[in-house]
């Protein structure tokens, strides 16, 4: 259930052509690109580790 509630499409353009106020299209957009910033953090924090772990033997 989760896993499809992640990959609906959502149409950025028309919630900002409906938007009441411009804070709400600045809201939209940072929304918008949470999933990308949480994503490259998971991947350098696996990269970091996996760099660490080469360097020390294991």
Known sequence: MKLI???QKVDVAEKIKNAPDSS???GVIIG???PF????GIAYWMYNRAKKRDENGY
């Open 5 to 7: 509630s992640l990959l």
């Open 24 to 26: 709400y299209q600045i």
């Open 32 to 34: 918008s690109f949470i």
């Open 37 to 40: 910033i949480v994503l490259i």
